[in-house]
């Protein structure tokens, strides 16, 4: 009988030749993510389980995103509770200002496809775009596998998404995946894996299959898992040997369901307040006036999505009662943008270039907002209280969508 | 079987870990500092009126959001019994047995209770509401083995040979 992505993985991680949907398994940690935020609570329930020693520190990759710069005084006791626990136990991949977590481990090469990878964050998903298993848990369990390197997991269902055919020249992966999770609901996709597959999907860069497995937890998904190709390995720097080439879904693959769509059909669309799966077109929300536009976080803050504002933004203004907040996802294409030039133009239109990091999407630091006021954003998130006070009103939208908006100081379709 | 009663507290759907405890005060020192906190976006009053043994009673797909285990910490630590809801998150869920926090679905309950109400829970069997019985499922067996030993916690000492 064939078998889905995630069943391949799963079983080949455990060394067996198949696995079914509802079986509970132990599996072997390839790679563990925590950031910044879990930090004093990971030590502490690993202290408190009483382990001498970390079983891997090579696996361990530390990453301080949310708290970084300091916004307030007492955030710097999660950097000094980081170092002494990698000091202490030899980890050396701590990046302590390089930029978000979920950006990183895919970016400096600490995934690969096949992997299993956890992270004490939700959007632990996003590296389903190379065709790992990856997905967030609490610190608890963190610390356990800190200490014995394997974690049980139960194999999870897998829905189908197969698009098919050219997306409008207007429309970015970000739109795809609003659609998918309105039409799945915030739930749609708990306990369950997203499989997506297609001819669109094959054309997507690595790029645009991070946002939409980044957001596949705002469904309930699992985790995502996307096919690994000639792009992937690419930008894993890799050949891909024959475990990972075959991880596709095969014909005779038992699926939960299959959402098939045509990739011409879809329209911009944005997550309105204050439900992610509260999904309208563009056009029905038109006009609506807003106070800023954030363009950044690991689900929208790359390169692609930075070119792609800018060719928006290319000789025009940002409204000027709209405060535009730009945030590279890190440090590299922090850098990629400043040397293509793209930095400059969003600046002369009249946005704020701020350091990467999680900050305003987390409703930390960098542009918090208040009562009353309406945002633009292009990350993953529009709960209530989400970027500032519970009265502030968040429209998830793409790179391109939000760029339209800053100029028009009003939603309007890119 | 084990049995308890609490007063109860109803919630809608998809109360995300946002509501549960803002990231602003995730990053203080103890959950004692945050339970002050809880639910604040959505019913700021609630922490202060939650008393020990409380229930909640909530809609589809509690805790979903972030892995923030300080959101069942919190919920524990301000008194709640335990959570009945239509569905949960999957991580919310983890972490919560994880901690010992008692997680039940059941799909109806919601429809029919009110805040205030009294209600009964008979652990693996059901849920007493004025006489209507809504009966619930057993989790499975590695849960119940966490849940036994008192939390992840309690199970990886023993593993490590600490008796605490």
């Not at chain 1, 970390?54 to 301080?64: A, C, L, S």
């Not at chain 1, 170092?83 to 980890?91: I, L, N, R, T, V």
């Not at chain 1, 790992?132 to 189908?160: D, N, Q």
């Amino acid at each position: 009988m064939g078998q889905t992505i995630i069943e391949k993985i799963i079983a080949h991680n455990i060394g067996r030749e198949s696995v079914k949907p509802g079986e509970i398994v132990t599996v072997n940690v390839d790679r563990v993510m925590l950031d910044d935020i879990m930090m004093p609570f990971i030590v502490n329930k690993f202290n408190e389980m009483g382990f001498k020693k970390v079983w891997d520190p090579d696996k361990v990759v530390m990453i301080y995103d949310h708290l970084v710069p300091a916004s307030q005084q007492d955030d710097v006791r999660h950097y000094k509770v980081g170092d002494a626990f990698a000091e202490k136990y030899g980890m050396k991949h701590v990046h302590r200002s390089d930029g978000i977590c979920h950006q990183l481990m895919t970016e400096a090469g600490y995934v690969k496809p096949g992997d299993v990878v956890f992270g004490t964050d939700s959007h632990t998903t996003t590296y389903g775009c190379v065709g790992a298993f990856s997905t967030g848990i609490g610190y608890t369990e963190m610390a356990g596998i800190l200490g014995t390197g394997t974690l049980w997991v139960k194999v999870p269902e897998t829905i189908r998404v197969e698009i098919n055919g050219t997306l409008p020249e207007n429309v970015m992966s970000k739109d795809v995946i609003l659609r998918i999770i309105g039409d799945l609901g915030a739930d749609g996709a708990t306990y369950r894996a997203l499989e997506f597959s297609g001819s669109a999907i094959e054309n997507m860069t690595v790029a645009s299959r991070m946002t939409m497995a980044n957001m596949a937890i705002e469904a309930g998904a699992k985790c995502a898992t996307f096919t690994p190709d000639e792009k992937t390995a690419e930008y894993c720097e890799i050949e891909l040997n024959d475990f990972q080439k075959n991880l596709k879904g095969d014909a005779d693959a038992v699926y939960l369901k299959t959402l098939k769509y045509q990739a011409e059909d879809f329209v911009p669309v944005m997550a309105c307040p204050s439900q992610v799966d509260k999904i309208r077109n563009v056009t029905e929300v038109e006009g609506t006036v807003i106070d800023q536009v954030f363009l950044g976080s690991c689900t929208n803050g790359r390169l692609e999505d930075l070119r792609s504002a800018a060719e928006v933004l290319d000789g025009k203004k940002v409204a000027p009662f709209v405060k535009m907040i730009v945030t590279p996802a890190s440090r590299k294409v922090y850098e990629e943008a400043l040397r293509e030039g793209i930095l400059e133009k969003l600046i002369e239109a009249g946005a704020i270039v701020t350091h990467p990091g999680c900050g305003l999407c987390c409703g930390r630091t960098g542009g918090i907002l208040s009562d009353g006021e309406r945002v633009v954003a292009t990350n993953n998130r529009n709960f209530l209280g989400r970027m500032g006070t519970s009265k502030v009103e968040i429209y998830l939208a793409s790179p391109k969508t939000a760029a339209a908006c800053a100029i028009a100081g009003k939603i309007v379709n890119p | 079987m084990e049995q308890f009663t609490g007063r109860v507290w109803v919630l809608g759907d998809d109360i995300d870990t946002d509501i549960i405890i803002p990231t602003e005060y995730l990053a203080l020192k103890t959950i004692e500092d945050m339970k002050q906190y809880g639910f604040s976006p959505l019913r700021p009053e609630l922490a202060g009126q939650i008393q020990p043994g409380d229930i909640i009673v909530a809609g589809k797909n509690f805790g979903c959001g972030s892995s923030r285990e300080q959101a069942p910490e919190v919920v524990k630590a301000l008194g709640i019994r335990c959570v009945i809801a239509k569905s949960f998150a999957r991580i919310f869920f983890r972490n919560s047995i994880n901690n010992g926090l008692l997680l039940i679905e059941q799909p109806d309950l919601h429809d029919h209770v009110k805040e205030g109400d009294t209600i009964t829970v008979t652990v693996n069997q059901d849920v007493d509401h004025n006489g209507e019985k809504y009966p619930i499922a057993s989790l499975p067996d590695n849960l119940v083995e966490i849940l036994n030993a008192g939390g992840l916690v309690k199970a990886m000492q023993k593993r490590n040979g600490i008796h605490k």
